[in-house]
């Protein structure tokens, strides 16, 4: 929910519940307002008729008689203290034939030497009457509040907001790589000053952090492969060296060791960049192309190890993708399953490729995995402990889909092992292997 | 040939210098830029190794000066950072090669030679051995005057062996010389075997002599003294 609305929709709750307390007030106040000023009126009355039997002469006639009622008392009826009294009450009304609200007043006097009561009464409007009336005025208040709230909750919220509003669009184009810092407009609302100064520490922060992070990385990189180069070039000038064969044993295996070791470093250091977006596509690159390059690159390998490749590549497919991560992307995908190819039963090892403007799939004969297939795309996570490689050329596989927002997948089924890249993440990648016009469904389905 | 290594680690200054001096190279060094340019200014050199990452500066600073006043001086630069943007920026700055750190002594000395090969030949790119004759621009290999009926890695196999003669070249050298780095998955020395075998056996066929010999436990060798 917006949260002009919700402010709306607050002041109008307390608007509301404001409101209802004051109709009751005012309902009240001018009940007892009416009251009052009718008992005054009725006790000047009595005080005029009391003040007519003092002069004495016949005042029957006389209009003020015309509600009152005069009776004369014992005087132990005479109430102590009290001078006046009032009644309120429905009582007929015999001019408009009708029962109305009737107000009562009773006043007691003592003149030359007797008690008089008088009483008069007279008919007000009830308070029922009154109610509907208030209830309508505040009915029009409410209308009114209402519209005018919405109104300038809106026009206000534009205005006071203005500031957060751009901080937001500043803070969503942020980028961790720009190097200079953000600039957040100025503002005289001291909570988005606020605001802006942690979000321009915050940012800031982010940036150095990112910043020696990389160059954290960088340095290590260079710190680590300068040694390694060293101690590869001893090992290459000491090869050409007279040596012994069990001399020639031992610096093979510390060239093997060598070798993993410069590798996974190179590898661990990519991941690391790939972790920054360090590589953003700049412009659209020709999968389909780099998909051509890739397997013809491998074309010997795979002779080599006598497997039969099928392709289907509709040609020009551009995919959001820096050019060097997709030839990685594809080179690693390919090298897998050339690697890790065995023979299914009865035939020889195959490799099938397709590439579609949706996605692209991989599939090779291999040996069961042991262990789950989403586990592969962990590093250093293989399906063969056995196997002499690293295990990280499919986290950086995945890696670079997870940048790229490609979906991913991995499955085995029927002794294929076969990776699904959707390029349209829309388009989960098991959903593609389905619409797939490939002879793999055939031998998937034997 | 004579080389420039502008290279801030003496050991691995001292190593490129040893296996290139091997070669019949003349090579100085050089561990700072200043030090780089005063040699520069004096003396012409065939070739020049650049390491990025000196202590008294970017080595990149140092190609407009090389581009400036070295113009057949050939370029490759050395760096250990394997950061894409050096890469581009040095080749567009005039750089001709460039290597990451750690690379193999032969694989440097493969890219020196053809560096210089598409430099300074003047096309004439042809690396001859007795009676084998590599066209670098054709891709053919020939025996004699038998053309052999090689493969694109056969092919970059044998000039890599031809180019390192009398050297010893491991497994791993050649794997990450055929397949580069970051395939992680093919360092399968099985493919290097089955690659040195063809290429022996189509030398053979061809009536050439079979001059690549197995280093026992290391890789292979390219004898160039080999008498039938």
Known sequence: ???????????????????LIGGAIVYYEIQWKISRVEVVRHQRL????????????????????????????????????????????????????????????????????SHYRITTYSFIPSFYQ?????????????????????????LISKYI????????????????????????????????????????????????????????????????QTPTAIIRGKLDLLMES???????????????????????????????????????????????????????????????????????????????????????LLSNLVSNAIRHNAPIEGSQGLIFVSLTREGLVIANTGQEPQVPTTELFERFKKGNPGSDSIGIGLAIVRQICDLSH????????SGLHIVTISFQPRLSASKLLQNLSLPLLSTLQP | MKVLIIEDNQELARNIHDFLGREGYICETSETLEGAKEKLGFFQYDCILLDIGLPDGNGISLLNLIRAEHKESNVLIISAKN?????????????????????????????????????????????????????TDTFEARINETLLDTTPKEFDLLLYFLVNKNRVLSRQ????????????????????????????????????????????????????????
């Open chain 2, 173 to 228: 050298a050649i794997a990450a010389h055929l397949w580069g780095d970051y395939t992680d998955n093919l360092a399968n020395f099985d493919f290097v075997y089955q690659h040195v075998k063809n290429l022996r056996r189509k030398i053979s066929n061809a009536g050439g002599m079979d001059y690549i010999s197995t280093v026992y436990g290391l890789g292979y060798k390219f004898n160039s003294h080999k008498q039938e």
């Open chain 1, 1 to 19: 929910m917006r949260l002009t609305t919700k402010f709306t929709l607050w002041y109008f709750g307390i608007m509301l519940v404001v409101l």
């Open chain 1, 242 to 328: 007279d040596i012994r064969d069990e001399q020639a044993i031992l610096i093979a295996e510390m060239q093997n060791a060598l070798e993993r070791l410069s590798r996974i470093h190179s590898s661990l250091t990519l991941l690391t960049k790939l972790e920054n977006q360090e590589y953003e596509a700049k412009e659209p690159v020709c999968i389909s192309r780099l998909m051509r390059e890739a397997l013809s690159s491998f074309a010997e390998l795979m002779e080599m190890k006598s497997l039969t490749l099928q392709t289907d590549i509709e040609d020009k497919i551009y995919v959001p993708l820096h050019a060097s991560l997709a030839d990685l």
């Open chain 1, 161 to 224: 907001l203005a500031p957060f509003k751009r901080t937001m669009r500043m803070i969503q184009s942020f980028d961790l790589k720009q190097k200079a810092p953000i600039h957040l407009p100025r503002t005289r609302t001291s909570e988005f000053r606020e605001l802006n100064e942690f979000l321009t520490k915050m940012t800031d922060k982010a940036r150095e952090d990112y910043q020696s992070l990389k160059e954290f990385t960088e340095n290590a990189s260079h710190e680590l």
């Open chain 1, 46 to 113: 009595n005080d005029i008729i009391a003040q007519q039997i003092q002069q004495g002469g016949d005042y029957t006639e006389h209009p003020t008689r015309k509600r009152a009622t005069i009776a004369t008392i014992p005087e132990d009826s005479v109430p102590v203290g009290v001078a006046s009294f009032y009644t309120r009450g429905t009582g007929w009304n015999p001019e408009f034939q009708s029962n109305e609200f009737k107000l009562v007043v009773t006043s007691f006097y003592t003149i030359k030497g």
């Open chain 2, 83 to 135: 950061a894409l943007d050096d890469k581009i920026i040095g080749l567009e700055k005039g750089a001709d090669d460039y290597i990451t750190k750690p690379f193999h002594l032969a694989e440097l000395h493969a890219r020196i030679r053809a560096v210089y090969r598409r430099k300074n030949l003047g096309g004439a790119s042809i690396v001859e051995f007795n009676e084998i004759s590599l066209n």
């Open chain 1, 406 to 413: 490609f979906d991913i997948n991995y499955e085995f089924r």
């Open chain 1, 130 to 154: 009154l109610l509907p009336g208030v209830v309508d005025s505040f009915k029009w208040i409410l209308l009114l509040l209402l519209v005018l709230v919405v109104i300038s909750g809106g």
